[in-house]
């Protein structure tokens, strides 16, 4: 027992570092109006063609241990009508239900093009009714092809003039090119999308985006102004280049805006033969080699009314593509920074470095001012040679370089429109003077998610492992996720895609991004079931490896543990029963023998026949579970059957009881045996140590694995009770590892662990071994979903005080609102501040020092554990039990401070 001055001592030296805030603001006490509102994952959306779509809120109270226990939503067809609290479209009446998620619509047929507003309130344990939200809205795309008016055109640059009669009430666009658009009305850019639409397999499907053009418009002359790019869509194959050719043979454009009138009167202005078309100042543009751009053939006020356009031909129409013309509800590519650059020389005569001093994705803009014809050339690369040149030698086929010819009036800014480059480094050459810092700007450039969560630790190499995760992570998502920015690849390599996700859905905002690539995924699947390497399909094996054929069932079920996504489950079961049906055609007896990749970059080898074998157990039992979720108990049982099953035969042909290894007893052969429950219980101890003594003594703490063994091996070593061994290789510094990287400069993730340079495969921006980051959101700061739950529901708060950290903390917005934990350890003491929000319940996880004595815990200054007993009273906190060193509270919702300490 501690004397009472032990106890105000230890008290008063637990200092609040981490309190968080949701940034709301309570009036009175009780339930607080929800916020956050989604639709469809996305906040405001504009073009949902979701005929059901579904809602998802937040919950804010003052007090603790608060759940929800009923909502109305309220639908109405205008502002007003909400205001007035009309739900005429949609009114739930109050429904009891603890749903703040994946609340399905379902009111009355929703209408092509129409916006709907909404808001919702609750009512809380006690029965008390929230305020009602500020409004949220949405907007229904062009629900059926029967709405589309239009034609496919082809051109480079494109312009269509028309007079409107009367006044504009209301004004849509929907745009969308086989390639990339920029679209212009009356002379000015419409929205902030870049490098749109998503690549998609364009043949089956066309993502569409919906803008707001009303104010665009005006009464009288109009015009329309388009510029296309081939982007992915006529994207050639060369040497070195994709394996599946070009889509198309010319970029096309399919435009249609629906124009309302004061009085009811609307009409269509489409994309059709009537439009124009000539060669604008882009010369060539190409997604790996750069724009070739021209001012001197720039046509001023060409996407202007009253512009001369008798020089230009009629457009092309074009068959285009007859797929599925569908919304693109996620968010979109956007320059998102402007970066500065690092500093400038000059290595060569008339040769300029810039040095971005951060290896990005996208452009730089360029200002300059010289002799009409000047060309500029803007040559990109991530690396540098010791003379200080450029070093382009690791992007493959991909020229990257943007060519800039001046029209030779007065100050010029260029940026390119329809490619992207991953660089830190960019050389000018041909520029008129000495250029200075402000001549160029680096623009970021990614699709635009929003950030999710932070992390941060006391141990300043996992903040700068953090980083470059950070960065990569964003540079990789380009409308699909993406192995690398750099060179002829920028693939949906979808092996990188599934090894990721969990780290991408703990940093970032990902729901709406995966839901897309998820579809995809199954517009990519062969008639077979088979799914290939890459999605939308352009390089790689056809089947493609099991670890990039299992991203269809990994990303299915990740987006239902971590939004609980159960719409995802039920539209893709057929075609992932078809996906398992094809492995199992080729799996005579119950293994699995077609492979490619294994585990890749990895240091020791590991036999992909057995690897394959790993993912076609874990495949088929994820299958099972999907079933089981789905209540399909019989096919649950019977997948779980061939489950069990191909367990078997990967023991009979790949355990060696004899030394307690997998296959050729790499740490990847036993971390996956291990993490996926395959050893027999009797000789599991024995394989745990096989794992360790690999990673500690034959390796010196290092790691052996690809990215594919190192997934599993991080999460493994926490769920043995090794979180002090991961975390030795998760710090470490010397190669191979992630502090390596770091160590020797790099500014985002490399896809070897080796420092290469050379003309081989070395990517310096891969995300595949960021896969770590999601270990520290798991085990570092302690965030973690209760196994049986899904979507946050319930919470294990459970941090791994790893005796070299003294804090860490976490935080991640989830679908249910924020959820964070920081704690801070230093000799006798051990303080846990933790958010669980409204409707969610929380275990928190409170480990005592191995030595530790005579614990007493407190919550906000209260006795919560005493004497070896749970001492109840504080609001909120609901039981409490201790196994051994470990002290479990189980909480409900709200802010909580825990403090443990004892003696020795
Ligand atoms: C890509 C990888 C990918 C691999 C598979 C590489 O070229 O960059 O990230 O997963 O190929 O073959």
Redesign the pocket.
Known sequence: MFDGNRRLQVMGAFVFLFLGSAGVVYGAEGPAAPTGLRCEYLSNPMGVDVQKPRFSWVLHHTERAQMQTAYQILIAGSAEGLGRDAGDIWDSGKVESSDSTQVGYAGKGLSSGKKYYWKVRYWDTAGNASPYSAAAQFEMGLLSRDDWKGQWIEGNLLRKEFDLEGKIVRARAYVTALGYYELRINGEKVGRNVLDPAFTTYPKRVLYTTYDVTRRLRSGKNAFGAMLGGGWATLGRRFFDPEVGPYYKAPALLLQVNIEFEGGKTISVVSDGSWKATQGPIVSDSVYDGEVYDARREQPGWDQPGFDDSAWSAAQTAEGSTGVLSAQMMPPIRVVDSIVPRSISSPMPYVFVFDMGQNMSGWVQLRVQGPAGTRVTLRFAELVYPDGTINRENLGGAKSRDIYTLKGQGEETYEPRFTYHGFRYVEVTGFPGTPSLDSLRGRVVHTAVGAAGSFVASKQILNDIQRLIHWSQLTNLFSIPT??DQ?N?R?G????AQATAEEAMMNFDMAAFYTNFIRDIRDAQFPDGSLP??VPRK???VPG?LG?QTAYPLLCWYMWQQYGDRRILEENYDALKKYVAFLRSHAQDNVYRLH??GD??ELAHTPGDYIGDVWYYYDVSLFSKMAQVLGKSDEAASYGQLAGQIKDALNRAFFDAHTDNYANRTQTANAMALSLDLVPKEHREAVVRSLTDDIVYGHNTHLTTG?IGVKFLMPLLTSLGRSDLAYDLAVQTTYPSWGYMVERGATTLW?LWQDKSGPG?N?HD?I?FGSVGAWFYNALGGINLDPESVGYQHIRIAPQIVEDLHWASASVDTIRGTVSSSWSHSPGSIAIDVTVPVSSDAQVVVPAEAQMTDVVIWEGGRVVWEDGRYVSGDPGVKAATQQGRIFTFQVGSGNYSFRLAGGE
Request: hydrophobic share 35%.
């Open positions: 192995d690398c060179r690849e693939q390599w979808m092996g990188d390497d890459t390089y790689g094996g490896d990039w490619w990749e890749w970059v990215f896809e495969m990517s891969h595949m």
